[in-house]
Nanobody
Framework: QVQLVESGGGSVQAGGSLRLSCAAS?????MGWFRQAPGKEREGVAAILTGGGSTFYDDSVKGRFTISLDNAKKTVYLQMNSLKPEDTAMYYCAAAETYYGSRAALRPGSYKYWGQGTQVTVSS
């Protein structure tokens, strides 16, 4: 059983930055950040493999968002820079006990464990 606790959301103006954190208890192999805006499906933003540190990004955030992992703290981070209004959403951390490749790593259905979500709002 894995529990995930997220923090770091908030409100920021376009062009600003935020860092999300997700502390995990239990063993994980893949961890990801997902987001869901009102009326839209949940989508993968970024993912990382806890062994080896391979990372995967959705095209919409490449060059702006960075996912990283502190294995000692069992915490995954999402550094979000150059934020845009379209980044506004509830952001969720997720974890799985399987190593995934690029496609599966950004698919919500690949993950068994989910955090409670943290709201990110970007104003223009």
């Amino acid at each position: 059983q894995v529990q995930l606790v997220e923090s770091g959301g908030g409100s920021v103006q376009a062009g600003g930055s935020l860092r999300l954190s997700c502390a995990a208890s239990g063993f994980t192999r893949s961890m990801g950040w997902f987001r869901q805006a009102p009326g839209k499906e949940r989508e993968g933003v970024a993912a990382i493999l806890t062994g080896g540190g391979s990372t995967f990004y959705d095209d919409s955030v490449k060059g702006r968002f960075t996912i990283s992992l502190d294995n000692a703290k069992k915490t995954v981070y999402l550094q979000m820079n150059s934020l845009k209004p379209e980044d506004t959403a509830m952001y969720y951390c997720a974890a799985a006990e399987t190593y995934y490749g690029s496609r599966a790593a950004l698919r919500p259905g690949s993950y068994k464990y989910w955090g409670q979500g943290t709201q990110v709002t970007v104003s223009s």
